[in-house]
């Protein structure tokens, strides 16, 4: 029986990455392939990958879902938006000293009234917010809202974080985190590798607050994951079929697209369209899509982590983490990058 214990390891602080490279692909990427692991820097991947495959990239855009405000009492608080629903209703979760009660009404930055109507979400872990007054949420909050950089990452939201926590090719808005395996990629080495005959193709995942949340049982089997909404248009199956023909990998570039591709094929076809997911994957998972991940280092005890041991192997894992703590790596969301082959 696995446990959070066997995804757990010691990450000196300073390897947390509070900033981006000065450029996308300045990054590192640690190759895991052929038994072996190779120190590479992330501009070469046009020499890692062959004529032929296919990169399938997550195009969500990060929405700015952090805002401030106050309860009818006067209490602050603090919001993170979860889901936007409709133009009235979103999800959320809401950090306060005590929590809003259904029916009370919330002001945000001075700017947004809303009201409260109850708890949501499988274990009541969200609050269901209406729009209390004139408006629609999606205005308001790009108008009002900050940017929710992630908890390990401790300065405010600036000017630079507003271009670099979003990928150069985020069209569809409504994630609360970046898909981050996609900010190595600039318009450059997009054009290498078109150059180098290599396919992409797009797939939407709208990444949750959820992904944040720590694994608070022992027995790993016992946790249950988040929801999320992803969307496949007919043209990336298309791409997937085409690339399988020609016998090409098909690359996930991110454990978001490995996700929504993995959760689109649990009947056996891998299927176009919109749904939403709580796949969880673990060690002993079988994948039937994707043959070779782009990804960033994970936090210890985490989901995303045992879905990379799950991909490339628990073992293979341990040790390429420990190497990229020994050489410096960078970790977490403006961190450095892995490349990974399926077990």
């Not at 757990?8 to 190759?31: G, K, N, V, Y």
């Not at 603090?78 to 306060?96: G, K, M, P």
């Not at 499988?122 to 729009?131: D, I, N, T, W, Y």
């Amino acid at each position: 029986m696995l446990t959070i214990d066997d995804f757990d390891f010691d990450l000196p602080s300073e390897l947390i990455a509070q900033q981006p490279t000065p450029e996308r692909t300045a990054s590192r990427l640690l190759e895991l392939a052929d038994g072996g692991l190779h120190d590479r820097r992330f501009s070469e991947l046009p020499q890692l990958v062959d004529a032929g495959d296919l990169l399938v990239f997550n195009d969500t855009r990060v929405i700015r879902a952090r805002l401030f405000g106050h309860k009818e009492s006067g209490g602050q608080i603090e919001v993170l938006i979860e889901r936007i629903i409709d133009a009235r209703h979103a999800l959320a979760q809401i950090r306060a000293s005590k929590s809003p009660k259904p029916g009370s009404r919330i002001g945000l930055e001075d700017a947004i009234a809303l009201n409260v109507c109850g708890r949501s979400g499988k274990r009541g872990e969200f609050f269901a917010l209406e729009l209390a007054g004139p408006g629609d949420l999606w205005t308001l909050i790009e108008r009002h809202g900050r940017l929710p950089l992630p908890p390990y990452i401790t300065h405010p939201a600036g000017s630079d974080d507003e271009a670099r926590y979003q990928t150069v090719f985020a069209r569809q808005p409504g994630a609360v985190a970046a898909p981050t395996a996609g900010l190595h990629f600039d318009d450059a080495l997009l054009g290498q590798l078109a150059a180098c005959s290599v396919e992409v193709a797009w797939l939407t995942l709208h990444v949750g607050a959820g992904t944040f949340q720590p694994v608070r049982v022992h027995a790993v089997a016992e946790h249950r994951m988040h929801a999320e909404r992803f969307e496949i248009p007919p043209a990336t199956i298309a791409a997937i079929a085409r690339t399988r023909a020609r016998a090409g990998k098909v690359i996930a570039v991110g454990t978001t697209s490995l996700r929504a591709l993995e959760a689109a094929a649990q009947d056996g076809e891998l299927r176009a369209g919109a749904a939403e997911t709580d796949i969880f994957i673990t060690p002993g998972y079988r994948f039937q899509v994707v043959d070779r991940l782009i990804t960033n280092f994970h936090l210890p005890k985490s989901t995303l982590l045992m879905l990379v041991s799950a991909f490339a192997g628990l073992d293979a894992i341990r040790t390429a983490y420990a190497h990229a703590i020994r050489h410096g790596y960078r970790f977490f969301s403006y961190g450095d990058a892995m490349l990974l082959s399926r077990e």
